[in-house]
């Protein structure tokens, strides 16, 4: 009789392991979508030539990573109160594949701390095959994404008014090398700093502190000691508001601003800091939406203007590096030109990277579309693309 119980209860535990297992079965995990094959190159040179028309005219593209979600309105975007994106998920990169831009710009809505800020970046990469950019508006003071954020243990500084008035060029630099060596650590390449307008007129609304210095002698110094000290942290940095945005009595984030200072008045003032950035080796220059009546004849905000960015920032004053616009869904843009045209307009005046379009997929169709026409030549398209390729290299990245 022994074997009789024996039997039964093996039985009953083959039983009881197959309730057990039938109950402990979890539904299926959905996989994460596979990351993207790199596109292999040993130089910006060599990957351009390996690129498609649809992704280069990706590359000239920084966004939010906001961006990537299409049902969110313009104003949403803009939201800075409002949620942001913290973490990627498949449609996102999906959306990457459609619209494969170059890179990102985050905001303060987009951090939490370096871990999330890690996992974001990793997970915006996985769905790119040529390596992202990853901007941030990080001036010291004010303007700081990651400082002001609270979730990032790092230093703060003094709007730079305060480093300007000290007289002291090394405290300029220490802002520029204590910034970029934090932001590089955190997997950033590019700082959109520093501010190199000069602060002349008392109304302005827009610029005050951020600036150095309402001497033009006095920020230009400031200037070529903060490049040096970003480029010593290691990250790319871009002179801010070219042609200046000191003399404005009106801010380009709400709508119309110009100034009515001549060229030749602003080559005595405004452009002081912005060529001493140039000889510093600053990587980019940054046009506002700064019309300027005085010095160009076609009535464009800088950033749309051939005159202000092809035959002045480019011919006159001999700047081969990138030139990216301010973002190209503030008010004074979006008042006046559609996505589309806007981001053909800066194309078509000597602009690299166009920054923040209202909508992604109105501003990269309408580019894609005259490439394909003709209207843009692959010439054209290639000069940018290159121009934001060779920044990758320098950087690291390829």
Known sequence: ????????????????????????EEPPVQEEPEAMEPVAADSAQALLAKLSTEEKVGQLFLVRP????????????????????????????DTLKTYPVGGFVLFGKNLQD?????????????????????????????????????GFDVPQFSDMAAIGASGDPAKAKEVGLTIGGYLRDLGFQWDFAPVADVNTNPDNPVIGSRAFSSSPEEAAMMISAVVEGFHEGGVACALKHFPGHGDTAQDSHKGYASTD???????????????????????????????????????????????????????????????????LSMEAIT???????????????????????????????????????????????????????????KYGLI
């Open 261 to 327: 200072k001549t060229w030749q008045e602003m080559l005595t003032c405004e452009m002081y800091p912005f060529q001493a950035g140039m000889a510093a080796g600053a990587d980019a220059v940054m046009v506002g939406h700064i019309t300027t009546p005085n010095a160009t004849q076609d009535g464009l905000p800088a950033s749309l203007s051939r005159e202000m960015i092809s035959e002045k920032l480019r011919g006159e004053l001999r700047f081969q590096r990138v030139v990216v616009t301010d973002s």
């Open 114 to 150: 370096p871990d999330q800020l890690a996992q974001l970046m990793t997970g915006l990469s996985r769905g790119s095959q040529v390596p992202l950019l990853f901007a941030v508006d990080e001036e010291g003071g004010t303007v700081s994404r990651i400082a002001n954020s609270g």
């Open 1 to 24: 009789m022994k074997w009789k119980w024996m039997l039964c209860a093996a039985l009953m535990a083959g039983l009881l392991c197959g309730c057990g297992a039938k109950e402990a």
């Open 66 to 93: 906001d961006a990537l979600d299409l049902s969110l309105t313009p104003q949403q975007l803009d939201d800075a109160n409002g949620p942001g994106l913290t973490q990627v998920d498949a449609e996102h990169l």
């Open 335 to 393: 008042d006046a030109y559609a996505p589309g045209q806007a981001a053909l307009m800066a194309l078509e005046a000597g602009a690299d990277v166009l920054l923040m379009p209202e909508s992604l997929s109105e501003a990269y169709d309408a580019v894609l579309a005259a490439v394909q026409d003709g209207t843009i030549s692959q010439e054209r398209l290639d000069q940018s693309v290159l121009r934001i390729l060779q920044l990758k290299e």
